[in-house]
T-cell receptor
């Protein structure tokens, strides 16, 4: 079963706009990761946030984590056409080190 | 640094046939993972190796799927016999220590079972 659930399932935005997607999970975690997958490719790691962190930045990416609500959000600022991809959250439960992926959010950035 | 290599990239077989996928992880990475990704879903872990030992194979359909990692480097995933529902992308990933840190993914093998 998949631990993380992303919302929305799909998102379409204009180039230059911001994109926000959310991830909810069920059990306690060690960390939460976000990955990107371009069509027909493997996954690329974007950012890892640990359970004792609340916010993390990497370039145009901002991730927040609220362990009390068991949720995380990924914000992509000033989106570009190259950001068109599926975005997955993956949780590493505190009971073990296996990553569980959600079904992903498909982001389309229109030129 | 070379990434995770997988072959073949695409495979089409008929049901009940056999198929094998190969993965070469990033040099020095002790942990290797095989995932199955069905269209429209996230990756599902099939098996995790630490060096050449199995850490987790709880979601591997052992009646038809097998995997090995001889000498703790390359790995092979086999399906025998294949079913229609095995059509998916098979992703290999590796990490340095298998303790929930960043995983590095290969490009995947897209399998179509007819």
């Amino acid at each position: 079963s998949q631990q993380g659930e992303e919302d929305p399932q799909a998102l379409s935005i204009q180039e230059g706009e911001n994109a926000t997607m959310n991830c909810s999970y069920k059990t306690s975690i060690n960390n939460l990761q976000w990955y990107r997958q371009n069509s027909g490719r493997g996954l690329v790691h974007l950012i890892l946030i640990r359970s004792n962190e609340r916010e993390k930045h990497s370039g145009r990416l901002r991730v927040t984590l609220d362990t009390s609500k068991k949720s995380s959000s990924l914000l992509i600022t000033a989106s570009r056409a190259a950001d068109t991809a599926s975005y997955f959250c993956a949780t590493d439960s505190s009971a073990g080190y296996k990553l569980s992926f959600g079904a992903g959010t498909t982001v389309t950035v229109r030129a | 640094e070379a990434g995770v290599a997988q072959s073949p990239r695409y495979k089409i077989i008929e049901k009940r046939q056999s198929v094998a996928f190969w993965c070469n992880p990033i040099s020095g990475h002790a942990t290797l993972y095989w995932y199955q990704q069905i269209l429209g879903q996230g990756p599902k872990l099939l098996i995790q190796f630490q060096n050449n030992g199995v850490v987790d194979d709880s979601q591997l359909p052992k009646d038809r799927f097998s995997a090995e990692r001889l000498k703790g480097v390359d790995s092979t995933l086999k399906i025998q016999p294949a079913k229609l529902e095995d059509s998916a992308v098979y992703l290999c990933a590796s990490s340095s220590d298998g303790r929930g840190e960043t995983q590095y993914f290969g490009p995947g093998t897209r399998l179509l079972v007819l």
